[in-house]
């Protein structure tokens, strides 16, 4: 029973490194600790299941809140990218011609290919340098960055906003 035991543990934990979340790291420490029980008590099963259960409820209920909120304020002012507020500010080339909100263009930010509009209406040609002003659902709005004309001040959200970008 040990290695069942270590091996859902080991589990929860490789889960737990791809989302950040805090739920599966105390299923894991749970299952490492009826793995523990399971050296001394082989038999009990039900014990095992009960010191799982516990130590995981514990820590999400206990400690899961106080790593959350340390994790956050680590994080204050730098959320991760792709969350809107990061996008705002971001200098990207546009694939192809970009223009406004009825002729769509697109450009690459972040690896990823995204719908973008020109801010001035006016149509920017493809391979042209702008940045990011405004993100209006899954559009970005762009302005050239070449200073023919000046972007309107960037309106960036506070850290961890989410959200369209008026």
């Known amino acids: 029973m040990v290695i069942v035991w270590l091996v859902i543990g080991a589990v929860l934990l490789a889960a737990e490194l791809t989302h950040f979340a805090f739920f599966a790291l105390f299923g894991a420490v749970g299952s490492f600790a009826a793995a523990i029980v399971a050296v001394f008590a082989p038999d009990a099963i039900a014990l095992q299941v009960i010191v799982a259960a516990v130590v995981a409820v514990a820590g999400i209920v206990a400690v899961r809140p106080m790593m959350s909120e340390a994790l956050q304020r680590r ?46 209406g006016a149509a920017i040609p493809k391979g042209t340098k702008v940045l990011v002003t405004a993100v209006q659902g899954t559009t970005l709005i762009v302005w050239p ?15 961890g906003a989410e959200g369209d970008q008026p």
């Open 145 to 159: 960055v070449d200073g023919s004309s000046p972007p309107p001040p960037l309106d960036l959200p506070p850290a």
């Open 75 to 120: 994080n204050e002012g730098h959320p991760a990218r792709g969350v809107h507020g990061t996008l705002v500010g971001e200098e990207v080339l546009t694939l192809d011609v970009v223009g406004d909100v009825h002729e769509l263009g697109h450009v690459r930010l972040a690896g990823e290919r995204w719908l973008a509009a020109s801010g001035s």
